[in-house]
């Protein structure tokens, strides 16, 4: 009896074994000992093989350095470990390409970023000689802190399936991008440029490099790291597993109205090409604020938008139309749109509390490097977080730029010396609409999403 149940033990763990081993088939990239398998684009950064490591070697006034592999990759899963000097910088590039006709055969695509600085953007996703950032971690603190500076290895992870790029820091998530432009290319390991004033000879070095494709791909499940979704009006699994939905759809008005009507304005606003347009109007505004069918307390609205030149709009949250406004607009806190540069309305109101972003009226926001804002006519990302505990939170372009508490002390002394200090109980509801506003100008809106946050 005892034989036999020794053997049963032995078949269950048999059968573990196997099956874990099924779940966890790799194929390496790297032998150890040589670089078959790959080839060197870009610069002339060194790379070497020693101690079963890919060492990459900085070296002075030469551009960023790849090593590729001479095999493309579309859906995938890959992991690397990696150890970076303290200072340098770095990166893993995916489904990056390089052609004649594109800069003169320059790399670019995806990058999983190396990042070994205070900044802190370690794992998110850049894209390489093309768009810039796509997902600055900043909105995600916990995956901020995955990588372990000062010489350690760290393991990086991505996943790209379809159009679900996601990435991993030392089994920490980090980023969730969705996005389509590039669907295959080679992985590459970088070693950045370095002036021709900088000393050369810093070193990252890789090792245990592998691969999963087609069946023994094993993906994780969804997560709640936050997603920067680039289609156009597109809810991906990890979207929905959050608890967002679309605020609108693509197509219609369905789930709004026009501010103190009960049926959409017959001007101004149109749906062109699955994007919503505020077409400029004759000075008239009256009653042309829309807003949600809705109402919201605690949540999160993701959004980006689009200005011309000297636009103002805005997109408005605890919307209260008890507050008519003598019918002119709706009113409620306000995430401002501007056109910061041509718009007179900048330099009103207070330290620059009616610009860009800004709590309009009441708090000036925190304006990001130039780099990272959009020129007139580039879609812009919005974001704003309204927490059980009324911590509020405007986001633009994957930075805070203003926080603030409803109904703190500062809050009504704010609200008391600003044009909304006629209305008693502004921006304190338990609930309210989302609006977007028309002031007359063209200014365009798509990819809107919100979830309630449960307390």
């Known amino acids: 009896m005892i034989q036999k149940f020794i053997n049963g033990c032995l078949l269950v763990c048999a059968l573990t074994f196997t099956a874990n081993a099924q779940k966890e088939k790799w194929t390496s990239l790297f032998d150890g000992k040589t670089l078959k398998g790959w080839k060197q684009l870009g610069g002339q950064a060194k ?80 894209d390489e000689g093309r768009r810039d950032w796509l ?75 592998r691969i999963q494709t087609g069946a023994d791909m094993r993906p994780h499940a969804a997560d709640n790291t936050p997603v920067v979704n680039l289609m156009l009006n597109n809810l991906s699994e990890q979207e929905k597993s959050q608890g967002f939905k679309l605020l609108f759809n693509g197509k219609d008005f369905t789930g709004w109205r026009g501010v103190h009507q009960d049926k959409m304005p017959t001007i101004h606003w149109k749906v062109i090409d699955g994007t919503i347009n505020v077409s400029p109007s004759d000075g008239s505004e009256t009653g042309n604020d829309i807003v949600t069918t809705e109402q919201y307390g605690a949540f999160e609205l993701t959004f980006e938008f689009k200005l011309t030149d000297g636009a103002n709009a805005g997109v408005k949250y605890f919307v209260n139309e008890d507050f008519d406004s003598n019918g002119k607009s709706g009113v409620g806190l306000e995430f401002q749109v501007l056109d910061d540069e041509k718009h007179p309305d900048a330099k009103m109101g207070a330290v620059g509390n009616r610009t860009l972003g800004s709590l309009y009226d009441l708090i000036p ?33 994957g930075f805070k730029v203003v926080e603030y508490e409803r109904g703190s002390n500062i809050f009504k002394a704010l609200v008391a010396r600003s044009k909304y200090a006629k209305y008693d109980g502004f921006g304190m509801g338990k609930t309210g609409n989302i609006l977007l506003q028309d002031h007359g100008d063209n200014v365009s809106f798509r990819n809107l999403k919100i979830r309630t946050i449960e307390k």
């Open 47 to 126: 790379y070497e093989v020693k101690n079963g490591e890919i060492v990459g070697t900085t070296v002075s006034g030469t551009p960023n350095s790849f090593l590729c592999t001479e095999k493309d990759y579309g859906d995938f899963v890959f992991e690397v470990e990696l150890n970076v000097a303290e200072g340098m910088n770095s990166g893993i590039q995916f489904r990056s390409l390089s052609k004649p006709d594109y800069q003169n055969g320059r790399v670019h695509g995806y990058q999983m970023e190396v990042d070994p600085s205070d900044r802190a953007w370690s794992g998110g996703i850049y």
């Open 365 to 397: 926001s925190y304006k990001p490097d130039k780099r990272f804002q959009r020129k007139i006519g580039d879609w812009n990302q919005g974001r704003v977080i309204v927490y059980p505990n009324n911590i509020v939170q405007h986001w633009l372009n």
């Open 135 to 209: 997902y600055i971690p900043n909105i995600n603190p916990a995956g901020q802190k995955a990588f372990k500076r000062g010489g350690q290895w760290n393991k990086y992870r991505v996943e790209a399936i379809g159009n679900v790029i996601r990435t991993w820091i030392n089994d920490i998530p980090v980023a969730c991008l969705i996005d389509d432009v590039t669907d295959k290319g080679f992985i590459a390991l970088q070693v950045h440029s370095i002036g021709k004033d900088q000393a050369p000879g810093q070193q990252i070095r890789w090792r245990n490099i």
